[in-house]
């Protein structure tokens, strides 16, 4: 499951990962920006985070990090919308993974500087979907997860694996280590 948090529009995506095959489950925007109430749309992107692992039963959580702007109320705001999304995650037992725009675009597209319509083409073009969303948030977060997935890859046996350190990656990988 993939975020793109906000409190004016919030970004999910979920993809199946089964073998090497990846597939769209779903992806779409809350807009929380409706709502007049700061605390509301905090309690309804808690609610619609929580409500989504509900149903679709994700086995990780990845999260776009807010990006380092000049307006500090946004950055605020945008901090806020990432805090009650990760809550929502943890009380779910899901661990949180997050990854910088700049990280997002380079998996995914291999260009860290790509712009918001070539994620999207390469997204339709490895989920292999026509559709265009909406909102390009519902594409930024889908990115999110299919970024995550190819972070846990590992090289050799495609298969998901976190590492704990130095000495894991040693151990995993003699031939690489001079």
Same mark, same amino acid.
Request: net charge positive.
């Given at each position: 499951?993939?975020?793109?948090?906000?409190?004016?529009? /919030?970004?999910?995506?979920?993809?199946?990962? &089964?073998?090497?095959?990846?597939? =769209?489950?779903?992806?779409?925007?809350?807009?929380?920006?409706?709502?007049?109430? %700061?605390?509301?749309?905090?309690? =309804?992107?808690?609610?619609t985070?929580?409500?989504?692992?509900?149903?679709?039963?994700?086995?990780?959580?990845?999260?776009?990090?807010?990006?380092?702007?000049?307006?500090v109320?946004? /950055?605020? +705001?945008?901090?806020?919308? &990432?805090?009650?999304?990760?809550?929502?995650?943890?009380? $779910?037992?899901?661990?949180?993974?997050?990854?910088?725009? +700049?990280?997002?675009?380079?998996?995914? %597209?291999?260009?860290?500087?790509?712009?918001k319509? &070539?994620?999207?083409?390469?997204?339709? $073009?490895?989920?292999?979907? %026509?559709?265009?969303?909406?909102?390009?948030?519902?594409?930024?977060?889908?990115?999110?997860?299919?970024? $995550?997935?190819? &972070?846990?890859?590992? =090289?050799? %046996?495609?298969?998901?694996?976190?590492?704990?350190?130095?000495?894991?990656?040693? +151990?995993?990988?003699?031939?690489?280590?001079?």
């Amino acid at each position: 499951m993939g975020i793109d948090p906000g409190t004016a529009v /919030m970004g999910y995506g979920l993809i199946e990962v &089964q073998g090497n095959n990846m597939s =769209l489950l779903e992806m779409d925007v809350l807009k929380p920006g409706k709502v007049d109430d %700061t605390y509301k749309k905090l309690q =309804l992107i808690y609610n619609t985070v929580s409500g989504l692992i509900i149903k679709y039963k994700p086995d990780v959580f990845a999260i776009e990090a807010p990006f380092f702007g000049k307006n500090v109320q946004s /950055m605020l +705001k945008l901090g806020r919308a &990432q805090g009650v999304a990760i809550a929502a995650a943890m009380r $779910h037992g899901l661990d949180v993974t997050e990854y910088s725009p +700049k990280k997002i675009k380079q998996s995914v %597209t291999g260009n860290g500087n790509a712009n918001k319509e &070539q994620v999207l083409k390469m997204l339709q $073009h490895l989920l292999k979907f %026509t559709e265009d969303p909406k909102y390009l948030d519902a594409s930024d977060a889908l990115a999110v997860a299919v970024c $995550h997935h190819f &972070q846990q890859k590992t =090289l050799t %046996t495609g298969e998901s694996k976190k590492s704990t350190g130095w000495g894991d990656f040693i +151990k995993n990988n003699p031939g690489r280590v001079k």
